[in-house]
């Protein structure tokens, strides 16, 4: 078949675009070092709302309809919207899209989920099943720790492993392919399997997601006949400076140096040491803030012409993990590249 | 664009088939008028494992495995598994993902989820990304209702209208178009928005998802030029005797009389006045269970030709509710046909 490529990659032929984007974030992670690529930068992570569910569902929101207006069309021309969020149910992402009103598929890949709302909407658009979808993912760190860990209030210790749910939310709108090829293009998809190698730390994401990031980048390269360099940046979502020196040395094993071409989203959004976020920043608005803010922002310059972007996520819930269970790992790439 | 059709409908015109599936069901399922209709059912709702949350898993497992080995391919032919459940970060999916390792999307819109990961897996297998896709939803009687609701030891008295969680698994394997059109095809999707009343009472579901199956089915119709006798049978998923009334009246008032050719999943799996169900079953195995049962070997035999399938979500979370948010509904149509 054609569209396919290898055991796990698909070639999308015609090379659908993303035309626009919008990156809002928190006041912590406007402190960062990636603060100039983001559009929005709140100073109360609140919002405005009464509380960080809705705080969440409304920066969603707010990226979704801002990355619409941008590129200057109506949202009826938006067939579809991909989106989801780290939350039971996906709350953000369905009270958001009971907002926004456009038909709207759920999604959940943990902090993987990014690169499969990307996925997902790229390929409905390279089929000619849509002419726009928008993709869009969403995090806040006071809601899921809320959820996954503990109330807020009772300021348990964090471990040196720990990673911090950034605070934001993405959103991409992915088009037909664009005259002159200004903008940007997702050229290939790599779906990931659930990978499991034991880790049972939940306060160890980076280890967990790790195989899986090494199962999808080494299944691309094989897959696409790429060798890392080919790319300027092999980015991960948010394995965290643990994760990222494992996912190095687990692919050299397979053969691929990428030590030299390579960013982790949760390492680089944060000052780890002075902003004590352990190693880094994690929650599926991590990879979908510096995709959309830092990375897209770079493609559109010509700073960066090729990226392979892994969203990596932890398919633990905290019941799973209290009936003993391991932390299942997945992760998903897209190509995205300047031609 | 010609694989679009109205404002909200894909037309496959590949029109990509449903090779063989499989049901899996508790003891309560089973002794409900549609048991012969069911490739399993379990004597123990717990499948010999020690928590619900495993057993469910435990059944989506077997369905997708059991799907796959009936139509004699292996496992290592199909492309992708789009599966969900109503588990906090669906963990039934994503324990099941990890034993089955094919490539996996995970997919969320509460009860709507089966026809969620029909529409994207007949899309995949439309477009030429997938030669085989898996498409399976499964929830369980116990793990939601303590997940839900209350813990199960609590006894809490039932509102006269709640339904019941369906325990069950249903997985679909779609390909590609078969010679002599021997198995039933996917013709049409219609994606959904989200619906918001403003129903306020998590024991009444069926109120909050009816303008969401309403809305739905009436676009599905205005969309392909169809009236509701094109079909044999339009199906809801789960919104039991309640909200199948309300989506008669409701449709009536757009034009639509649909009583005589209309079929509720929930309403129709259970005897629901002897076995206590309230308006019926719920939950994203009713619809996948039904679908890949009864509606499937109905659909093989030749008694129905063309079925509206119509999976409904109420994509509530406890926190939403307790936060005083009403609750919004989603549906996602498949239309299913011998041609």
Known sequence: MAKRKGIQTIVLESKPCILSTTSIVGPKEGNGPLREF???VLEDDTNGM???????????NF???DCINKYGIGKESINYLFAGDLLNQLTSANFAARQIGIPFYGIYGA????TEALSLGAVFVDGGYADYVISATSSHFSSAERQFRFPLEFGNQRSTTSQWTVTGAGAVLIGKSNENYKFPCITHVTTGKVKDYGVTDPNNMGAAMAPAAVDTIAIHLSDTGRKPEYYDLIVTGDLGRLGRGLTEDLLLKHGYNIKDNYFDCGEQIYYN???NTGCGGSGCGCSAVVGSGYL???????????VLLVATGALLSSTSTMQGESIPGIAHAVAIERI
Request: aromatic share 12%.
């Open 273 to 275: 040491q002075e902003q």
């Open 63 to 65: 990226a979704v309809s």
């Open 38 to 40: 983001f559009d929005l």
């Open 50 to 60: 009464n509380s960080f569910e809705k705080a969440e569902s409304s920066m969603l």
């Open 296 to 306: 897209y922002k770079k493609l559109m310059k010509g700073d960066l012409k090729r």
């Open 111 to 114: 902090c993987s989920t990014f």
